[in-house]
């Protein structure tokens, strides 16, 4: 039995619910479900923090945004781990059903068990022409973790500051710094992802360490979770130390208005 929470109606299923809020309340699944059903946290990928999608009133929103992010999760891994424990003797090449097939492959294919023992096919995938043309692409395609916002910055800066550089390193900032301006010797951070905590981790705050708290336990089966715990206590910790020890003109901007506000005021003078 499931009940409408507008107005207290009792249907048999979730289908007869969701024909009652189409046609009397007017409201789609979505917005019903949003509005009385969704809780914290849902709705939002546990392993990358991306949007996932809306499913039906049983069943909410997805777990993962995509497959991938499903199978990098510790629970998932483990419920896969034991599937094939159970099917083949063990996950991946520690199956001897696996493996076997795995060489046979190899063997039909290119004359021996295991590829990656070529010598030509390792000294290719870890040369510096390789790793060049990784870095290449990624400025190429623009494909360096850079959100909508940074993108929309980058534009605003650069009408501002024709010489703006981006994913810039120096001796005394080696990070990939997001914008660099030139004729006033700043370094810029966007750190707008909910990975950075909204505010630089102070170990004294109350509010800082209660957050830490609800990641850490989250990380117990997720590792987006361990990298954000990383990225907002280690690493923007050390990037503003760094800046604060070699006296840098650095700002760190938690969201668009603070980024919004400083641009503002440059158009100014």
Known sequence: MVKCKIC?????????????????????????????????????????????????LKNGYLKFCSVRCA????????????????????????????????????????GIKNNYTRQDVKAKSHSPESLEKVLST??????FNTSKPEKKLKLELRTLFPNL????????????CDFYI???????????????????????????????????DKAKTSKFYEKAIETWTIRDVLKLETAIKSNLNYIAWFNEEQANDWINKMRVG
């Open 8 to 56: 207290r109606r009792v249907f048999d299923n979730f289908k007869g619910l969701s024909s009652h809020l189409r046609q009397k309340h007017k409201i789609k699944s979505k917005e019903y479900y949003d509005r009385f059903v969704k809780k914290e946290d849902e709705g939002i990928c546990v392993e990358c923090g991306k949007k996932t999608n809306f499913t039906s």
């Open 71 to 110: 199978h990098a999760n510790q629970e998932v891994l483990g419920k896969i781990s034991k599937t094939c424990e159970e099917r083949y003797g063990g996950l991946g090449l520690s199956s001897p059903i696996l493996k076997e097939r795995i060489e046979a492959t190899n063997m039909k294919k290119y």
């Open 138 to 143: 990624k400025k190429r395609n623009n494909t």
């Open 165 to 176: 550089k981006t994913q810039y390193k120096s001796d005394i900032y080696p990070f990939a």
């Open 182 to 216: 030139p004729n006033l010797d700043l370094y810029i951070e966007c750190n707008f992802h909910w990975t950075h905590g909204g505010r630089f981790f102070d170990k004294n705050n109350k509010n800082d360490v209660k957050l830490l708290a609800r990641w850490q």
